[in-house]
């Protein structure tokens, strides 16, 4: 299950992510996106987890969840147009 991740702290690293979801199960990826010009990040990424059980206990437990000093969105990715 692939799960977007929004609002995300500029100084939080892909491995702080990773962790964070991998109190609810089994992490494949963390990707936090980022600009190619100024290698900042863009404030969102993406999650993959090995089961839909997984996944849907860690949106539901993080969304709205303050990390960093933010309030995380954290939902289902949509798949790619």
């Known amino acids: 299950m692939t799960i977007y991740v929004g609002n995300i702290s500029y100084s939080l690293k892909e491995e ?26 863009k404030g969102y990424g993406f999650v993959e987890m090995s089961s839909d059980d997984e996944g849907n206990a860690a949106i539901e437990a993080l969304n709205e969840k303050e990390i960093g000093g933010r309030k995380l969105r954290v939902n289902a990715a949509r798949p790619r147009e």
């Open 16 to 41: 702080d992510l990773k962790a964070t979801f991998a109190e609810f199960g089994n992490v494949e990826s963390a990707k936090i996106i980022v600009d190619k010009i100024t290698n900042r990040s």
